[in-house]
């Protein structure tokens, strides 16, 4: 990948991607999108349906409940960047449905260049991982989600800090309103947690620390 390619050039080579299997079964390549560079950025696990057919991230149910928490801490979506560990839907036929099917370790790997030119170009203070996927993707190893929620950390990839929460779609699995609840407000926490954290730092003159192998 060019070093000087732009931001929207590399979302360009990454819509020709066919590193991994997934460019078969994805209707396009979902880049991520948002403010650049930005303090914060938000990566998820991958696009689902609604993503994949309109090719922008977290348009879906899950991103109006990630709008919901952003509001929450006092954010809009054009404040951040936001994308994902992987860029094309991961599915499976369920009858007229497309059920999503969570990427491997072979596909989040294939698509982690992708991720280190967005971190690159945007060049973030901190990294939000939503779920465990894209924890795996930033930190350099699985995280437990709910014992590491809320902390800071440092990843083995970038030089960003790390914030692993909830994936929104976890939010709109939860078994009651009341778990709800509890979960987006804790989403909203901790997205608030790492904006006040984000702002004591400094933007890192080499975002990126090591490579995958
Ligand atoms: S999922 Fe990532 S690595 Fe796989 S084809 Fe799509 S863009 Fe390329």
Redesign the pocket.
């Known amino acids: 990948m060019p070093p000087q390619a732009s931001l929207s050039q590399v979302g360009k080579m990454?819509c020709r991607?066919?590193?991994?299997?997934?460019?078969k079964r994805?209707t396009q390549?979902v880049f991520g999108e948002g403010a650049a560079p930005a303090p914060l950025m938000l990566v998820g696990e991958q696009p689902g349906n609604e993503e994949d057919l309109k090719g922008h991230p977290f348009v879906g149910p899950a991103g109006k409940v990630l709008d919901k928490a952003l509001a929450m801490a006092g954010l809009q979506r054009s404040d951040v960047f936001m994308t994902n560990a992987?860029?094309?839907f991961k599915w499976e036929p369920r009858g007229k449905t497309r059920l999503h099917k969570k990427?491997n370790s072979k596909?989040v790997q294939?698509?982690h260049p992708?991720l280190e030119a967005e971190v690159e170009r945007v060049n973030p203070r901190l990294i939000i991982a939503l779920g465990a996927t894209a924890g795996t993707a930033v930190l350099g190893r699985v995280p437990r989600i709910g014992a590491e929620r809320g902390k800071i950390q440092k990843g083995k990839w970038f030089e960003a800090a790390v914030l692993v929460t909830w994936h929104p779609s976890v939010i709109l699995r939860s078994r009651t309103h009341e778990e709800r609840e509890q979960r987006l407000k804790e989403l909203s926490v901790d997205i608030q947690l790492a904006l006040r954290h984000s702002r004591k730092l400094k933007p890192s003159s080499s975002p990126k620390r090591e490579t995958p192998r």
Do not use: D, F, I, N
């Not at 991607?17 to 997934?22: I, K, P, Q, R, V």
């Open positions: 990454a991607c066919t590193a991994c299997h997934l460019y994805g390549t992987v860029k094309h990427p596909e294939a698509c992708w």
